[in-house]
């Protein structure tokens, strides 16, 4: 079955940390490939996005991920974190023309 | 302003009282959603909706029903509503053409005693 697999639930950086958090998805043919994120009583909102092209792929506020398909992994990565990058992320995969598949989330604390 | 629209923010019901959670969105988009999240399983797939009167099951579907008879509105109805579906209840919407690049609701906290 397709699935997404974010293995840290929650990680704990201090201020101008770099971050990076972990994606894995389980799908053979063409992804498209989501970073969302819920800031404190929030909706989702999207981070970046990869369709195709560049596997580098650049987002809002910063954050970047990187899709390397040999390792099915999309890790969402920042250099410097700030106080209010605290949220839950969510990876996701398109894995058909309408299954989207969450991954459990992962929860970003930030310590001024 | 482009929005997806959820009503209500909270409920609390009893188990068996029938419900609907309304969703509409203002952007003309063909594809919506429904999704309902607890903790440590992150957002589910309930219903989605490619389309007017077009509906097809996620992962969760049961307990759960959907409709889509007008392309802004996909309401969400719980017929009998069980306390394994106290959750916070997600709908969004997406261009045809974006499906995946979602636009969120501000989410449905839902209680069943």
């Known amino acids: 079955a397709q699935s997404v697999s974010q293995h840290n639930h929650h990680v704990i950086l201090s201020e101008a940390a770099s971050l990076e958090l972990g994606c894995n998805y389980s799908?053979?043919?063409?992804?498209?490939l989501f970073w969302y994120v819920q800031y404190p009583g929030q909706h989702l909102q999207l981070l970046l996005k990869?369709?195709?092209?560049?596997?580098l792929v650049k987002g809002i506020k910063g954050f970047e991920a990187e899709f390397i398909k040999s390792k099915f992994s999309f890790n969402l990565r920042k250099p410097s974190v700030q106080w209010s990058d605290t949220a839950e992320y969510f990876c996701a995969v398109l894995s058909s023309a309408s299954k989207i598949i969450f991954g459990s989330g992962t929860r970003l604390s930030i310590r001024p | 302003e482009a929005q997806v629209t959820q009503n209500p923010r909270y409920l609390i019901t009893v188990t068996g009282k029938k419900l609907t959670v309304t969703c509409s969105q203002n952007m003309n988009h063909e594809y919506m959603s429904w999704y309902r999240q607890d903790p440590g399983l992150g957002l589910r797939q309930i219903y989605y909706?490619?389309?007017?009167?077009?509906?097809d099951k996620g992962d969760v579907p049961e307990g759960y029903k959907v409709s889509r008879k007008e392309k802004r509105n996909f309401p969400l109805i719980l017929e009998s509503p069980s306390p394994n579906q106290t959750s916070l209840y997600f709908c969004a919407s997406s261009s045809g053409q974006g499906i995946g690049k979602l636009f969120f609701g501000s989410g449905t906290q839902l209680s069943v005693l």
């Open positions: 990869y369709f195709s092209g560049d596997p």
């Open positions: 799908y053979g043919g063409t992804v498209n």
């Open positions: 909706s490619m389309n007017v009167e077009v509906t």
